[in-house]
């Protein structure tokens, strides 16, 4: 129990790609590796949008499984939409390497032929890949277990359910680990830390917190439909300060000192984020995520709530491309069309 095994690739030149980690671990708690090789790529040639303005160091986090990674949207709206204001962008994946897509929630389709992160080459300050084996049988605590039985997703296994809650938890804390040892090896600290799932598809340009006027700057920025009563997970931008209570609070909240009040995992993160008294910003126009099912070259984008979704769409004039509509099947079934009243829209005053 608690060991796991790594083996480094052959990256030790600078032209080589990015070192894959593998790691076969079999507890949950989190681990701080020093994978070499990470591919830097300069970012000599951009300029930023103020003069004099003091460039930011940016880190995007991927989680989830290799199976189901998009990378092209998070490269367009995320990576090189801000190395192109001159900002330092790197990005670093913890991913389970296991062929079969998992999805917990039905799927319309499942990933066919996943993205790459060799594809962040040439466009991301620097990558980094960690593979990352999920527990097979994670514990789970009683009372949560129990909150998740009592949901209205009768046609999903509750325990089934809760282990892949635990699994991504168990993955978050991994991230949060290999963002200390880059800073540790840069000497340099984040200034802002973009948290993103394997599948989540970015639709619009995602800006730093920082570019917002400060008055209406949050500490973490999530969209505001499909929150399920808290924060979406789909995607979280948040200040530095704010990213180990976010990414190793969700442990403290489930086993040591329970959320009991908490009924899924948007309401665990809406806790943590609350106790924690961060500022917590719910807004879709900048921060426009949702997943992606099928193909990531011409999958669908799974957006559930048609009511507060549409209202997003209409308001910022968004378009869907040929290549990625929207999920038939979530414009048709009758289960989510009206907004519900949870839903909260942090719209920005100035």
């Known amino acids: 129990e608690g060991l796991w095994k790594l083996s480094a690739g052959s990256g030790q030149s600078p032209h080589n790609k990015a070192t894959v980690v593998t790691m076969l671990a079999t507890a949950l708690l989190a681990f701080l590796s020093q994978p070499s090789g990470a591919h830097r790529v300069g970012s000599k040639g951009y300029s930023l949008v103020e ?30 939409h801000n190395m192109a204001k001159g900002h330092t962008v790197d990005v670093v994946a913890v991913l389970d390497p296991r062929d079969d897509a998992r999805f917990v929630n039905t799927p319309e389709e499942e990933a066919s032929h996943p993205d790459n992160m060799t594809m962040f080459e040439g466009h991301a300050s ?37 282990q892949n809650h635990v699994r991504q938890f168990a993955t978050m804390e991994q991230c949060y680990g290999q963002i200390l040892d880059m800073e540790f090896e840069s000497g340099h600290r984040y200034d802002e830390v973009f948290r993103v799932r394997d599948d989540s598809f970015l639709m619009a340009p995602v800006n730093p917190l920082k570019e917002t006027p400060e008055e209406d700057r949050p500490d973490i920025l999530a969209t505001h439909c499909d929150n399920w009563y808290g924060v979406n997970d789909k995607g979280a931008l948040m200040k530095r300060k704010v990213a180990e209570t976010y990414f190793q609070g969700f442990f403290k909240g489930m086993f040591l000192e329970p959320l009991t009040e908490a009924k899924n995992p948007e309401t665990i993160t809406f806790e943590i984020v609350k106790q924690a008294n961060f500022t917590l910003h719910r807004d879709g126009e900048r921060m426009m995520v949702a997943p992606i099912r099928g193909d990531p070259k011409d999958g669908c984008i799974h957006c559930i709530f048609r009511e507060c979704w549409s209202e997003l769409f209409e308001e910022t004039n968004y378009q869907f491309s040929k290549d990625h509509e929207w999920c038939t099947i979530d414009r048709t079934t009758h289960n989510y069309h009206e907004q519900p009243d949870f839903v909260v829209w942090d719209r920005l005053k100035h």
């Open 126 to 162: 620097s990558y980094r890949e960690v593979h990352y084996l999920q527990p097979d049988d994670p514990e789970v605590p009683r009372w949560y277990m129990e909150k998740i039985s009592n949901s209205p997703k009768t046609w999903v296994d509750a325990k089934d359910r809760v």
């Open 51 to 80: 003069e004099g303005e003091k460039p930011l160091r940016l880190v995007m986090c991927i989680t989830g499984q290799t199976a189901r990674l998009e990378v092209g949207s998070k490269i367009k709206n995320f990576v090189k």
